[in-house]
């Protein structure tokens, strides 16, 4: 997934009152550059020490030219999580897409969709985990919206393999996609062990869990 690259049109887009649009293309450049700052500190910070100095030092940029892009250090973390959300979403889509187009198992279909999950989340840990720590989850919140649109996705890829596809089944395949998440936002958050993110052996303990829970067979 590319996390290093905004699309300029996209900040437009943006909420009114997070973020001050310039016109000028050098300061649109130099806007992607403080956001691009982000994706680095929130990898590598504790975000509530992160302050406003260091995110425009690590930009080459002056607190002043910070505070003409953003309201304040929530706004720039609102405006960066608004960001990767809608980045993730199409990158997801043409996921999905290709996904559907292969004959492949529950399983291995099972297999892919976990994979793709602890990688985003691996790629996108630090947004993840400032995200979580400094909001409350908003019904409205980027990461809310795109954890549902991810879900009706899962169903939408495993469905087919069951017989039944009623509200039951629904359910289920629902309550497997908030194992997944809820799994990979804990191990964010706290690193509980014995299994780290990265580690091969926990991305295969996750797939058998969901695989058991649903009774896949293939």
């Not at 300061?27 to 691009?36: E, I, T, V």
């Not at 009706?152 to 087919?160: G, K, W």
């Not at 289920?172 to 998440?181: D, M, S, T, V």
């Amino acid at each position: 997934m590319k996390t290093q690259s905004f699309d300029s049109e996209k900040i437009s887009e943006l909420p009114e009152g997070l973020i001050r649009l310039p016109f000028q293309q050098r300061s649109r450049d130099r806007q992607k550059a403080l956001l691009s700052t982000g994706l680095r500190l929130t990898a590598s910070h504790q975000w509530s020490k992160v302050t406003v100095a260091e995110i425009a030092a690590s930009s080459g940029m002056s607190v002043g030219t910070f505070y003409t892009r953003f309201r304040d250090k929530q706004a720039y973390l609102e405006v960066l999580v608004t960001l990767v959300a809608d980045q993730m979403r199409q990158h997801m889509d043409e996921y999905v897409e290709l996904e559907l187009a292969k004959n492949q198992t529950a399983t291995k279909l099972l297999n892919s969709f976990v994979s793709h999950s602890i990688d985003t989340y691996a790629k996108l840990e630090g947004v993840f985990r400032a995200s979580v720590l400094t909001r409350t989850e908003e019904s409205d919140h980027p990461f809310v919206v795109l954890r549902a649109y991810s879900r009706e996705q899962f169903i939408r890829l495993l469905r087919p393999y069951f017989k039944a596809h009623g509200a039951s089944t629904n359910l289920k395949l629902g309550f497997a996609h908030q194992i997944i998440n809820s799994t990979l936002v804990n191990t964010i958050l706290t690193d509980p062990g014995p299994l780290r993110l990265k580690n091969e052996n926990f991305r295969l303990e996750l797939v058998n869990a969901i695989a058991a829970y649903l009774n896949l067979k293939n």
